[in-house]
Structures are given as structure tokens and as C-alpha cells.
T-cell receptor, first 113, second 109 residues
């Protein structure tokens, strides 16, 4: 059974730092991996989607990498800002799963001004 | 273009009561999903639909029912509310990625 783990569960850093969030999954037979952002009391917003054949995706200050063979993905945030404070979740879609997402529990990120 | 909308935003139920959580999307997506999110946990899939008239169980379907009579609507029904169903419920629809509604916070007392 696929399991998705995110470490750390919480992270607090000063503004301006570069940081890395980690996501690991147990079964490499995935269709894609996605990173989402969740703000308190709100829904989830898709940040980056990496297809299984890709190694990384970039959007602005965000860069996500995927190493399928080792079951790992990282989300790199450059020059962090207080507005980046949120919970970041990763999720994978397994092959032949009707596009069901399997979720990690998230990393709660606090950027201190 | 409203995306995915959910009603109500918040509800308190007594044990044994029933209710329907509404979800509507205006993006003409075939795939729709219902998740629950418990504090400090990831999302768990309750039910999903690959198109009008087609639904299937997810990881945690017990205590819930769904229907999909139109492409736009995917309501989630709780028949006999239990305290274990206290959670935040998210509806989503999918094109290449999933688009989420704002969630319904449900408290069962």
C-alpha cells in the first residue's frame, strides 16, 4: 500500500532563507506527484505537478524535484517571505488508480519577519 | 468562473442527524472527489466519480453516500452522523490537476 510521508511536520525559519521541504513515498509506480499549499481555513491550491517522466518543475521561487527510484521529492523555496507561511502537502497518483491522490500529512511552514 | 464551490461552510450536527454537503463545479470536469481532513493529517478519499452516473468508493466510505446525476454536482450525504465524522470536508474536481473547494467544517456532537 502506498504511503506518503512528509518531514518535518513543522518548520519555522527567518524571512529570506532558502528552505527545502521533503516528501517520500513507498511505491515508485506513480503517475505523477503534486505539491499543494493550504492556508488556514481555506482549500488547497496546486503549486507544482511533476509527471513521472520528469525530474523537476519550477514556478517562480518554487522548484520541485522528483527522484522516482528513491521515492523522494523535494520542494525548494528560495528567498522565503512571510506570505509563504502555510501548510505544504505533497500527494502522488498511482498508476491505474483512477487518478486518486494519496496524501502526506503536510509540513506547516512559518516564515518569521 | 467560480471553480469549485461548497456549501455550507460550517455546520454543527447532533449524533444521528443527517445532512448533505453540496459541491458544484463549473469547469466541466468529469472527475470529482470528496475528501476528509482530520487535524494534523493528510486528506483521505471518501468517494470519487469519473463522470455523471458513475461513482466509486475511496479509502474511507463508511457512513457516507454520494450521487452524480450531473457533471456539475457531486453531493455527499451523511445519513446517521457520528462524532467520528467531525472533520473538514473538501470537494475537488480534476482536469490535469485537482481544483479544490474551500471546505465544509463539520462538528458532530
Amino acid at each position: 500500500k502506498q504511503e506518503v510521508t512528509q518531514i518535518p511536520a513543522a518548520l519555522s525559519v527567518p524571512e529570506g532563507e532558502n528552505l527545502v521541504l521533503n516528501c517520500s513515498f513507498t511505491d515508485s509506480a506513480i503517475y505523477n506527484l503534486q505539491w499543494f499549499r493550504q492556508d488556514p481555513g481555506k482549500g488547497l491550491t496546486s503549486l507544482l505537478l511533476i509527471q513521472s517522466s520528469q525530474r523537476e518543475q519550477t514556478s517562480g521561487r518554487l522548484n520541485a524535484s522528483l527522484d522516482k527510484s528513491s521515492g523522494r521529492s523535494t520542494l525548494y523555496i528560495a528567498a522565503s517571505q512571510p506570505g509563504d507561511s502555510a501548510t505544504y502537502l505533497c500527494a502522488v497518483i498511482e498508476v491505474d488508480s483512477n487518478y486518486q491522490l494519496i496524501w502526506g500529512a503536510g509540513t506547516k511552514l512559518i516564515i518569521k519577519p | 468562473n467560480a471553480g469549485v464551490t461548497q456549501t455550507p461552510k460550517f455546520r454543527i450536527l447532533k449524533i444521528g442527524q443527517s445532512m448533505t454537503l453540496q459541491c458544484t463545479q463549473d469547469m466541466n470536469h468529469n472527475y470529482m472527489y470528496w475528501y476528509r481532513q482530520d487535524p494534523g493529517m493528510g486528506l483521505k478519499l471518501i468517494y470519487y466519480s469519473v463522470g455523471a452516473g458513475i461513482t466509486d468508493k475511496g479509502e474511507v466510505p463508511n457512513g457516507y453516500n454520494v450521487s452524480r446525476s450531473t457533471t456539475e454536482d457531486f453531493p455527499l450525504r451523511l445519513e446517521l452522523a457520528a462524532p467520528s465524522q467531525t472533520s473538514v470536508y473538501f470537494c475537488a474536481s480534476r482536469q490535469e490537476t485537482q481544483y479544490f473547494g474551500p471546505g465544509t467544517r463539520l462538528l458532530v456532537l
